[in-house]
């Protein structure tokens, strides 16, 4: 059905099928991926394969690949893909690459999904489902966080990085910047950095 739908010959003018294949290493082959889109039935032409190298946890807006092959490619293409992370870091960098694709004319077909045109009623839904459950993901690490940070307060844990700087030395540098000296000077003394230095004046002497 999916064949038959980009293949060109049931319409005019043909209908160009693109292939985005990305690995985060080196040591990965992109060609497993092609297989896997050429076994699925899909026929694309060697000069529209764009694979890269790139980590995944990096936006697909600064991925060299794809904003190649966003250049290459024009309304009423297809584009496939192995997996919705090839086109974006997490749910809502792959939506909103989903619906760019949309606003070009572009479909946008992932086999993970059984290969489903992703801009299509029901690839929609799907992704609605995905985003959805992203988003509960999201919320209960935001409240676990916050459960944990919660916890420890109560316990009288301190938060936050240590300090770098023991009490007497706090008490040095507040003492030492009110006699005039620089900050960038102290800090240069006691082997850190301005910031340190700047907390350590800032701090309230305990």
């Given at each position: 059905?999916?064949?038959?739908?980009?293949?060109?010959?049931?319409?005019?003018?043909?209908?160009?099928?693109?292939?985005?294949?990305?690995?985060?290493?080196?040591?990965?082959?992109?060609?497993?991926?092609?297989?896997?889109?050429?076994?699925?039935?899909?026929?694309?032409?060697?000069?529209?394969?764009?694979?890269?190298?790139?980590?995944?946890?990096?936006?697909?807006?600064?991925?060299?690949?794809?904003?190649?092959?966003?250049?290459?490619?024009?309304?009423g293409d297809v584009l496939v893909v192995t997996k919705l992370d090839?086109?974006?870091?997490?749910?809502?960098d792959v939506s909103t690459t989903v619906t760019k694709l949309e606003?070009?004319?572009?479909?946008?077909?992932?086999?993970?999904?059984?290969?489903?045109?992703?801009?299509?009623?029901?690839?929609?839904?799907?992704?609605?489902?995905?985003?959805?459950?992203?988003?509960?993901?999201?919320?209960?690490?935001?409240?676990?966080?916050?459960?944990?940070?919660?916890?420890?307060?109560?316990?009288?844990?301190?938060?936050?990085?240590?300090?770098?700087?023991s009490a007497d030395e706090h008490a040095l540098v507040r003492e030492?910047?009110?006699?005039?000296?620089?900050?960038?000077?102290?800090?240069?003394?006691?082997?850190?950095?301005?910031?340190?230095?700047?907390?350590?004046?800032?701090?309230?002497?305990?």
């Open positions: 059905m999916i064949l038959d739908d980009i293949s060109g010959q049931n319409s005019s003018p043909v209908t160009r099928t693109f292939a985005y294949a990305r690995v985060s290493t080196i040591e990965q082959d992109p060609e497993n991926q092609i297989r896997e889109i050429v076994a699925a039935g899909f026929v694309v032409e060697p000069h529209r394969i764009i694979a890269e190298t790139v980590s995944g946890s990096q936006a697909i807006a600064h991925r060299k690949g794809f904003a190649r092959l966003l250049d290459k490619m024009e309304r090839r086109l974006g870091r997490d749910a809502i606003t070009l004319g572009i479909r946008v077909h992932c086999l993970a999904l059984g290969g489903v045109d992703l801009t299509s009623s029901a690839g929609k839904l799907t992704m609605g489902v995905i985003n959805a459950v992203a988003q509960f993901e999201r919320d209960l690490l935001i409240e676990r966080t916050q459960s944990g940070l919660a916890r420890a307060k109560a316990q009288g844990k301190t938060l936050g990085r240590p300090s770098t700087l030492r910047i009110a006699g005039g000296e620089a900050v960038s000077s102290i800090a240069r003394d006691m082997g850190t950095s301005r910031q340190t230095i700047m907390r350590a004046r800032d701090s309230e002497p305990k």
